[in-house]
């Protein structure tokens, strides 16, 4: 069985970071081209605990540390796909969350 932590998509997986820094900063697709895609990435953000939803999705405490401790603030504006490809914030939020399995 596949779980998160045998992803190797890193292109896909920028749209989790997307997601927390969206859903802390009170927009949770401005970082999203399209949306067609969009329920695939917050059913992992749920799965991953980072995204509840009740009315709207909300950010969990995991999702608000992770902001915090990585200053996912300082990434920027715009298209996460487009912009935000091997920035180091993005590459140290996907290791604790989607480590890479060891042989």
């Known amino acids: 069985m596949v779980d998160e932590t045998d992803r190797r998509d890193r292109f896909a997986d920028v749209f989790i970071v997307a997601l927390i820094e969206g859903a802390v900063e009170g927009d949770i697709d401005r ?15 749920r799965r991953l605990g980072l995204i509840d939803f009740t009315d ?11 902001y915090q401790r990585h200053g996912l603030e300082h990434l920027p504006e715009g298209r996460a796909y487009l912009y935000w490809q091997g920035s180091p914030i993005v590459e140290a939020v996907l290791a604790e969350l989607l480590p890479r399995p060891t042989m």
């Open 31 to 45: 970082h999203f081209g399209s949306l067609r895609g969009m329920e695939l990435h917050l059913a992992t953000a």
């Open 56 to 66: 709207e999705e909300v950010p969990t405490a995991r999702a608000r540390d992770l």
